[in-house]
């Protein structure tokens, strides 16, 4: 297991290496998956996912703000596949051509604000007779935002 040198994006500190109890505590689905944590948490709410074996982020480190819109980008996207209107892969294939990127970058964890905002507008856009909130983003929130 090796950690990458990681610095929040936010304060400039260094992330360090923790489990997930230490974000979400009781809460926290798998305790001991590992997350880059800003060395300044809870002060700077900062942290990504990290992937078990290798020990890569999964993302950018990220505050609430950002990790909101993550989860909202994603709902977006899995409506799509969700509701049989593609595949799973197809959506991503779409999103790609959409957003004009390679498919190595196509990692809404990875993603902006804007870039978030872009893929929910775009994916919405397929579903002109369903208000948004019509759909149940709430029920993402305290999962895990990967890939
Ligand atoms: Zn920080």
């Known amino acids: ?16 290496l ?7 505590g009781e809460r926290a689905a798998d305790p001991s998956a590992p997350f880059y944590v800003c060395a300044r948490y809870p002060a700077c709410d900062s942290y990504v996912a990290a992937h078990r074996e290798s020990c890569l982020p999964m993302g950018t480190l990220a ?7 993550h989860i909202q980008a994603h709902a977006a996207l899995d409506r799509l596949w969700r ?10 294939l779409w999103l790609q051509a959409k957003l004009d990127l390679p498919e190595r970058e196509v990692h809404i964890g990875k993603f902006s604000d804007f ?5 929910v507008q775009l994916c919405d856009s397929l579903f002109p007779q369903t208000p948004k909130a019509a759909y149940p983003y709430t ?4 999962k895990q935002v990967i890939s």
């Open 115 to 119: 870039r978030c905002e872009q893929v």
């Open 63 to 69: 505050d609430k703000s950002l990790r909101n819109k």
């Open 139 to 142: 029920k993402y929130i305290g």
């Open 18 to 24: 923790r489990p997930a109890s230490v974000v979400y």
């Open 1 to 16: 297991m090796k950690r990458v040198n990681l610095k929040c994006p936010y304060c400039g500190s260094r992330a360090l």
């Open 83 to 92: 509701d049989g209107l593609m595949t799973k892969r197809q959506a991503y």
